[in-house]
């Protein structure tokens, strides 16, 4: 999950921080960020693999077509497939796990983040990285809180309710 988020993050960073992207650099980013995520999503056992696989052939497809229109489309297409994938796991495990909600609104931002990104095609790269970038901001923050209060409650539960090792009460 942190990893998860780690990896939003960073792409999410670079979008801001990059003025004037070519062509080149939003394929090459968009497609690296896919595929670290399909890693990441595949590596938390989240999402069904075959979920997964989507998202890796979507950062393919950004990195091989090399065009704003093949990135984004690519992007857009397993953004979507990714997103919907976490809105049915988190509609599922309503009530029974802990994450559902993450799930949820983690869906809606990759469904919403599929959604525009074919919208921006046509004014270049730069906004193409911006839509892309909002959403993994997005996402990485999500997923950043998210883990740090699992492994925080975890703490809880494993020292007696306190939340911090037993050797660091005194």
């Known amino acids: 999950m942190l990893l998860r988020a780690v990896i939003a993050l960073v792409f999410g960073a670079l979008t801001v921080f990059w003025g004037a992207p070519s062509v080149q650099v939003l394929a090459w980013a968009l497609g690296l960020y896919l595929l670290a995520t399909a890693f990441a999503v595949l590596r938390g056992g989240s999402v069904p693999a075959a979920l997964a696989a989507v998202v890796a052939l979507g950062g393919v497809g950004a990195l091989l ?4 229109a093949g990135a984004a489309l690519s992007a857009s297409l397993a953004l979507l497939v990714l997103g919907a994938g976490e809105l049915v ?7 029974r796990k802990v994450l559902a909600r993450d799930w949820l609104i983690s869906g809606v931002v990759g469904v919403g983040t599929a959604a525009l990104l074919p919208f921006f095609i046509s004014l270049g790269a730069h906004a193409l990285l911006g839509v892309a970038g909002g959403g993994a901001i997005i996402s990485g923050v999500l997923w950043t809180l998210s883990g740090l209060s699992l492994r925080h409650d975890a703490g809880g539960r494993r020292n007696g309710g306190h939340g ?6 005194n």
């Open 65 to 68: 077509t090399q065009s704003d």
């Open 89 to 95: 796991q988190g509609l599922r495990q309503r009530g």
């Open 164 to 169: 911090v090792p037993a050797k660091d009460v």
